[in-house]
């Protein structure tokens, strides 16, 4: 099985920068990769960035480009979600996932591929 623990959420100011992280236990990859999901109240899950294990490809949305970088830690088990220049819209709790298994293209955007989810950690920006 696999843990995942995200933390780093935290009230912020609108241009403001945080950084989160997750934090993988239990069983090891040596495929597949990590993404970023977030979830504002009433909406849907949505996809924010992702990164594979192997080759450090990365994915982002269109809307967090240039704003927000994902990386990882292969000897800590930790992946990171630099979040810059936060805009309100960008409220949401925000989980971590991972997948054991490589995708391909905008299948790495879909939240049913993953099957391993962290409990989330809450990120509220104010204007």
């Known amino acids: 099985q696999v843990q995942l623990v995200e933390s780093g959420g935290e009230l912020v100011q609108a241009g403001a920068s945080l950084r989160l992280s997750c934090l993988a236990s239990?069983?090891?990859?040596?495929?597949?990769?990590m993404g970023w999901f977030r979830q504002a109240p009433g909406k849907a899950r949505e996809f924010v960035a992702a990164?594979?294990?192997?080759?450090?490809?990365?994915y982002y949305a269109d809307s967090v480009k240039g704003r927000f970088t994902i990386s990882k830690d292969n000897a800590r088990r930790t992946v990171y979600l630099q979040m810059n220049s936060l805009k309100p819209e960008d409220t949401a709790v925000y989980y971590c996932?991972?997948?054991?298994?490589?995708?391909?293209?905008?299948?790495?955007?879909?939240?049913?591929?993953?099957?391993?989810w962290g409990q989330g950690t809450q990120v509220t920006v104010s204007s």
């Open positions: 239990g069983r090891t990859f040596s495929s597949g990769g």
């Open positions: 996932a991972a997948r054991s298994t490589t995708l391909y293209g905008n299948m790495w955007f879909d939240p049913s591929f993953y099957p391993y």
């Open positions: 990164i594979t294990w192997t080759t450090d490809s990365t």
